[in-house]
């Protein structure tokens, strides 16, 4: 089993400010992953997919010894630049291609999420004819019910287990009030990784009733317990997992990443 980080951490801030992410900052970024001992990356919120882009993390990964083990990529350039897309997964070698989220205008109804399952399921089916699998990756808002049902589960329910695989965020499992091994099993065989990232409750700082509220923290700080996940990934056979954190509370990734990768290695 290895262990990857996904670059949205990093990369937040452009993604904010919906600017692309500068390639000399990315390159920093992803030194700093291989001298915390990382084996991989997930590419995602990079910006737009461009032959440049495709050329500078070729070269940059190989030469830093990364394998790109998966992708988040824009709804825009899947919809409507797949065949830049097939050459961008060809040029890095890999066979994770995955969207970040579902459009807002697609999560208010039922129709929308039949919708939705549609366009991805057809992209998937593209993407699979070059030995590409395309995942979806899920938040909380997927555990909304339309008609009685989980928006994820109408996705699921609505795809093909070839088309569409499935990209289990251990955070937002838990945000949603599922329980997560439960899910990991009702649709293992569409996993092909997973995002492993941690969540812990903070004050909210009120005077007369705290309820506190959730937070992403570096794995082994907060309330999620890793290790019967870990097992059922060992179980599973999945070859990579991915580390993810979405921004960090005292303002160091780095930091953050390392300790992510250190309690990780201690229980894998």
Same mark, same amino acid.
């Given at each position: 089993?290895?262990?990857?980080?996904?670059?949205?951490?990093?990369f937040?801030?452009?993604l904010?400010?919906?600017?692309?992410?500068?390639?000399?900052f990315? /390159?920093?970024?992803?030194?700093?992953?291989?001298?915390?001992?990382?084996?991989?990356?997930?590419?995602?919120?990079?910006?737009r997919?461009?032959?440049?882009?495709?050329d500078?993390?070729? =070269?940059?990964?190989?030469?830093?010894?990364?394998?790109?083990?998966?992708?988040?990529?824009?709804?825009?350039?899947?919809?409507?630049?797949?065949?830049l897309?097939?050459?961008?997964?060809?040029?890095?070698?890999?066979?994770?291609?995955g969207?970040?989220a579902?459009?807002?205008?697609?999560?208010?109804?039922?129709?929308?999420?039949?919708?939705?399952?549609?366009?991805?399921?057809?992209?998937?089916?593209?993407?699979?004819?070059?030995d590409?699998?395309?995942?979806?990756?899920?938040?909380?808002?997927?555990?909304?019910?339309?008609?009685?049902?989980?928006?994820?589960?109408?996705?699921?329910?609505?795809?093909?287990?070839?088309?569409?695989?499935?990209?289990i965020?251990?955070?937002?499992?838990?945000?949603?009030?599922?329980?997560m091994?439960?899910?990991?099993?009702?649709?293992?065989?569409?996993?092909?990784t997973?995002?492993?990232?941690?969540?812990?409750?903070?004050?909210?700082?009120?005077?007369?009733?705290?309820?506190?509220k959730?937070?992403?923290?570096?794995?082994?700080e907060?309330?999620?317990?890793?290790?019967?996940?870990?097992? /059922?990934?060992?179980?599973?056979?999945?070859?990579?997992?991915?580390?993810?954190? =979405?921004?960090?509370?005292?303002? =160091?990734?780095n930091?953050?990443?390392?300790?992510?990768l250190?309690?990780?290695?201690?229980?894998?």
């Amino acid at each position: 089993m290895k262990i990857a980080v996904q670059m949205i951490g990093y990369f937040m801030p452009y993604l904010k400010e919906g600017k692309d992410v500068e390639l000399s900052f990315a /390159k920093e970024a992803l030194k700093n992953i291989k001298e915390m001992g990382y084996d991989g990356v997930q590419l995602s919120g990079f910006g737009r997919v461009t032959d440049e882009i495709i050329d500078f993390y070729r =070269d940059t990964c190989k030469e830093l010894g990364l394998k790109i083990v998966a992708t988040h990529i824009n709804y825009l350039d899947l919809t409507e630049k797949l065949d830049l897309v097939i050459k961008a997964h060809k040029e890095w070698n890999c066979d994770l291609c995955g969207i970040g989220a579902m459009p807002i205008n697609y999560q208010e109804s039922y129709e929308k999420y039949i919708e939705f399952a549609n366009i991805i399921d057809t992209i998937g089916e593209k993407l699979l004819k070059d030995d590409i699998f395309f995942m979806y990756h899920m938040h909380a808002f997927e555990f909304i019910k339309f008609n009685n049902k989980f928006g994820l589960d109408i996705l699921m329910e609505n795809t093909s287990i070839e088309n569409v695989k499935l990209l289990i965020d251990t955070y937002w499992a838990q945000y949603g009030g599922v329980n997560m091994l439960t899910l990991i099993d009702k649709y293992s065989d569409r996993i092909n990784t997973i995002h492993l990232k941690d969540m812990k409750i903070i004050s909210t700082g009120e005077k007369f009733f705290d309820l506190g509220k959730q937070v992403i923290c570096p794995l082994g700080e907060g309330n999620i317990d890793f290790k019967p996940i870990v097992e /059922k990934i060992k179980e599973l056979k999945i070859d990579w997992i991915i580390i993810e954190q =979405d921004y960090s509370l005292d303002g =160091d990734i780095n930091g953050d990443y390392k300790k992510s990768l250190e309690f990780l290695n201690k229980i894998v």
